[in-house]
């Protein structure tokens, strides 16, 4: 790893008092628990190949290196022990990231909470509801400022949960986020900022976007959320392909998951293979995510959409698999301009998206899923405040 300095942030430089520090940064490692530290990894600053060839020649050394000329490769998750391994190249910044730096002895990100528990402004706040947003907003900023120096692409921040169904709530917190950003240098062309595909989030989304304001809209489980995304304008759109194949494994009535079925098609995919087709077929600038993929043959038959996020596992297996020179076969790009030409839509499918077509057309599979998503992140954040909360009142104050 040649280009990632793991160096620790700068220590902290406020004029709280040492013992004041000492206690904050006892406190964040006293909720030590099972949870390993992880961040997600996402928003890769290199496009996916944009050739028209639609297989590779196998002189690559390894899978891995083959596969990557087709679309970017993202880990999945990335311990400290993972940097050299696979070098992140982009990183997300999120509530469960916090609670896994708290929940460590020591992290190169450690300082950046510890200053934002500290900070002066928050601390001058006298609604507890209000000091508890400030510290979790600067504490995600702080990491999010470290992150960009660590990692070539983009850090997206996560948006605020609880504000899913709140569209003007969403651009507030956007907005209060990119001010801290500024503050501490990181422009916003560096800056992604992730928010639940809600009917409110994506038109949230869209009016950020108009403010040149990027964003990633993650909990994407049918076509028509993200057909509604690219309509907006979304930078990222993120579709979990796993979360669908696991509950059309236990679950039924879903149209859109039945109409793949009924063509043999693993419905992750398909929902995948269709928004590639819909985003570059009609124009639209947003870049395609596939997460939740969860083995070498999910991956490859993904190949040519813009990022694919991949367990290390499956990473480490592609990385360990020697491609002779002489080997017959090749990897061949599932989705390329040939295969956008050759996809047809709908009337339907084709509609301008707005609240109420978008209500009718997620079927159960999407209602579910997004929910089960918000929740987890919901409790997250709360999980952050009560942590967080248990500074006040701060020592020797």
């Not at 706040?125 to 983009?154: E, H, I, M, Q, W």
């Not at 709908?346 to 579910?368: H, I, Y």
Request: hydrophobic share 40%; aromatic share 10%; glycine share 6%.
């Amino acid at each position: 790893m040649s280009t990632l300095s793991l160096n620790a942030p700068p220590s902290l430089s406020f004029s709280s008092s040492f013992q004041q520090v000492r206690s904050l940064s006892f406190l964040c490692g006293s909720r030590a628990s099972n949870l390993v530290f992880k961040f997600r990894r996402s928003f890769p600053s290199v496009r996916a190949s944009s050739g028209f060839s639609s297989s590779l020649d196998t002189g690559s050394s390894t899978e891995l290196e083959a596969v990557s000329k087709f679309s970017e490769i993202v880990p999945d998750t990335v311990v400290f022990d993972d940097f050299e391994r696979f070098p992140p190249t982009a990183a997300t910044v999120s509530s469960s990231l916090l609670l896994g730096i708290c929940s460590l002895p020591d992290t190169i990100f450690r300082n950046a909470v510890e200053m934002a528990l500290a900070d002066s402004e928050c601390y001058g706040l006298d609604n507890t509801d209000a000091r508890l947003s400030c510290f979790a907003n600067k504490a995600l900023v702080n990491v999010g400022g470290d992150l960009a120096k660590l990692v070539p692409g983009r850090v997206s921040t996560e948006v605020d949960a609880r504000l899913a169904y709140d569209t003007h709530g969403i651009i507030r917190k956007v907005h209060d986020l990119l001010k801290l950003y500024n503050k501490i240098d990181v422009p916003a062309e560096r800056l992604l900022f992730k928010i639940p595909s809600t009917w409110q989030g994506i038109e949230a989304s869209r009016l950020l976007e108009s403010e040149g304001i990027q964003t990633h809209l993650t909990f994407v489980y049918s076509f028509a959320q993200a057909a509604a995304a690219a309509q907006a304008g979304t930078s990222v759109i993120q579709i979990f392909v796993g979360r669908v194949r696991d509950w059309a494994r236990t679950h039924s009535g879903d149209p859109e998951i039945e109409a793949a079925l009924r063509k043999g098609e693993d419905p992750g995919l398909a929902l995948v293979t269709k928004a590639y087709n819909y985003i570059h077929k009609y124009g639209h600038k947003s870049k395609l995510m596939a997460a939740a993929v969860r083995n070498k043959q999910d991956l490859f038959s993904l190949l040519g959409v813009d990022y694919i996020i991949a367990p290390l596992k499956v990473l480490q297996s592609l990385k360990e698999s020697v491609i002779a020179p002489d080997e017959k076969y090749s990897f061949v790009r599932r989705l390329s301009p040939e295969s956008v030409a050759m996809y047809s839509f709908t009337e339907l499918e084709l509609t301008k998206w707005d609240q109420l077509t978008l209500a009718s057309a997620m079927g159960p599979a999407a209602v579910e899923l997004l929910a089960t998503g918000l929740e987890g992140y919901i409790n997250q954040a709360k999980r952050v405040e009560e942590l967080f909360g248990k500074i006040w009142p701060p020592p020797n104050v």
